[in-house]
């Protein structure tokens, strides 16, 4: 593994560029490459990244350049979206940009499964069912060298981003999402949201085990950590490995990096809290990164409040199959959506697993078929007061929501909603 990092001042363009050469130097013969990345929701340094190896391999003899965007269900990017991500001025003759189209079978290839007792062991015994595995097909193609580049944060799904859950879930189909993040939702947001080793980070492994015994290229994981100051990326770890155990070696590496950057710690639990959405969190679907973040034990007090505030939103996702199907099963705690699925309800897990997370912790009485989830989750958004309430949230019209009114003991104004994991000081 090689590695660059500077926690506490960052990394400049230039040390970026010497290390990155030092790295590109040793990989020989790649005459036909694919940079798997992630997609316009992630804020790293991609863009610096992608420059300094096109620089690089300029110089030699390409006959194949691609680029996926492993977005897993989140929308397509644009072609503007795909440039500014890169960081290219303009698309040249000799790069084709690709979405991972996850519904697509046609673009699919299943080639394994996660076995049921693997399954049942990491979730305690509550999901039983197999997980196949099925991969982008482009990934299995005849490509010299696959870089995936992937930016590590606390994440409510997998412990951290990054490393293999780039290409598994990543680069996976619909049937795979969906039982990852229900095996997810039933190992527990809490349990895992930044912890390096969990149940649900071995199941992304082990469906990545799979998916690197039929690739045929040389793999090399390119692992960040940055940090934003001012609207502007700072680099601080860059952490370099190959092949499957090196992508793990790398992703422990730059978790420990976010753990210490990317986790702010209160003194005493918080009763109503603002975060502040960014605009490339445009729907329910990611902004619901506000509520996730603040699931640590012991954060929010029963009763609190936690209000999202997006006023660029306006919907819960972009994919309007998506979008009436979370319209249609509401915004609901765990026992209560488990409780729908036992009585035969046809549910995307993937969906179910989202409004879930979203919800956090809370009660469900069968016999009275009422909950009471264990804070209140509000939108501000461009959503109308109607809809919210049909769908089980709370709703604020965003003018009324003023900072002011959140400084002081038990309250929080956050800036950069949804980026930061919150936790108690110890």
Not at 120 to 144: C, F, H, M, W
Not at 301 to 321: D, L, R, W
Request: glycine letters at 8%; a positive charge.
């Amino acid at each position: 593994m090689e590695i660059i990092e500077n926690i506490d001042k960052g990394l400049s363009d230039e040390d970026l560029n010497t290390f990155l050469l030092g790295v590109l130097n040793k990989i020989k013969d790649a005459k036909k490459v694919l940079i798997v990345h992630t997609d316009y929701t992630r804020v790293d340094f991609t863009d610096k990244i992608v420059s300094i190896i096109l620089k690089n391999l300029k110089t030699r003899v390409i006959e194949k350049f691609d680029f996926l965007n492993a977005g897993g269900t989140h929308r397509e990017m644009s072609k503007a979206e795909f440039l500014r991500k890169l960081g290219l001025d303009s698309k040249e003759n000799y790069m084709n940009f690709y979405n991972h189209e996850f519904n697509n079978p046609d673009k699919l290839e299943t080639i394994g499964n996660i076995s049921s007792k693997l399954v049942e062991e990491k979730t305690s015994g509550q999901l039983t069912d197999p997980i196949p595995v099925t991969v982008n097909k482009l990934i299995l193609d005849d490509y010299d060298l696959i870089i995936a580049i992937s930016g590590t944060v606390p994440h409510e799904a997998s412990g951290y981003s990054g490393g293999l859950k780039i290409f598994f879930p990543g680069t996976s189909g619909p049937e795979v999402i969906d039982l990852f993040h229900w095996a997810a939702v039933l190992i527990g947001l809490p349990n895992i949201i930044g912890t390096i080793d969990n149940n649900a980070r071995d199941i992304i492994n082990e469906g990545s085990s799979y998916m690197f015994k039929k690739i045929k290229a040389k793999i090399v994981s390119f692992n960040m950590v940055s940090i934003e100051e001012n609207n502007k990326v700072i680099p601080v770890g860059l952490y370099v490995d190959s092949g499957f155990d090196g992508f793990i070696r790398a992703y422990k590496k730059a978790s420990l990096a976010s753990s210490k950057v990317h986790v702010k710690y209160i003194s005493s639990p918080l009763k109503k809290v603002v975060q502040v959405i960014p605009a490339y969190y445009d729907e329910i679907w990611t902004a619901g990164k506000g509520s996730y973040k603040l699931q640590k034990q012991g954060i929010m007090v029963k009763g609190g409040e936690v209000i999202i505030y997006a006023p660029h939103i306006k919907c819960f996702h972009s994919n309007e199959g998506m979008n009436s199907e979370l319209l249609s099963l509401g915004y609901h705690s765990r026992d209560k959506i488990y409780h729908l699925l036992k009585s035969g309800n046809k549910i995307s897990r993937n969906a179910a697993a989202h409004v879930i997370n979203v919800v956090g912790p809370g009660i469900f009485n069968k016999k009275t078929n009422k909950e009471k989830p264990h804070f209140k989750v509000t939108l501000a958004t461009g959503i109308s007061e109607d809809v919210c309430k049909s769908v089980g949230l709370k709703y604020r019209d965003p003018k009324t929501i003023k900072k002011k009114d959140y400084i002081g003991p038990g309250k929080l104004w956050i800036e950069d909603g949804g980026k930061y994991l919150y936790d108690l000081k110890k």
